[in-house]
């Protein structure tokens, strides 16, 4: 059974920082890329930033420098470094791997940006 467990959410105030974290357990092989996505109040749900085995990065638009992705194929890990943050990036954040073996989702983590 494969298992993503994401940490690091939380509430910070306009201009903060958060360092998310997300780490794959389970019988999970050949990944392909592992990203994260966010769903914020009455959003459908979006790309952040996605980061592929062979380290293509891939960021929205709305993030580009400030936000970091990272990863660590070794520990099946992927992070998500957030910068300068600002009240429209409240949302729930979600991690996914895409693998030979389907995708898989984690349970989400809460990050608030208040004013």
């Known amino acids: 059974q494969v298992q993503l467990v994401e940490s690091g959410g939380g509430l910070v105030q306009a201009g903060g920082s958060l360092r998310l974290s997300c780490a794959a357990s389970?019988?999970?092989?050949?990944?392909?890329?592992m990203g994260w996505y966010r769903q914020g109040p009455g959003k459908q749900r979006e790309l952040v930033a996605s980061i592929s085995s062979g380290g293509n990065i891939n960021y929205a638009d709305s993030v580009k420098g400030r936000f970091t992705i990272s990863g660590d194929n070794a520990k099946k890990s992927v992070y998500l470094q957030m910068s300068s943050l600002k009240p429209e990036d409240t949302a729930v954040y979600y991690c996914?791997?895409?693998?030979?073996?389907?995708?898989?989702w984690g349970q989400g983590t809460q990050v608030t940006v208040s004013s």
């Open positions: 389970g019988m999970i092989f050949s990944i392909y890329d």
């Open positions: 996914k791997v895409r693998s030979g073996y389907g995708n898989f």
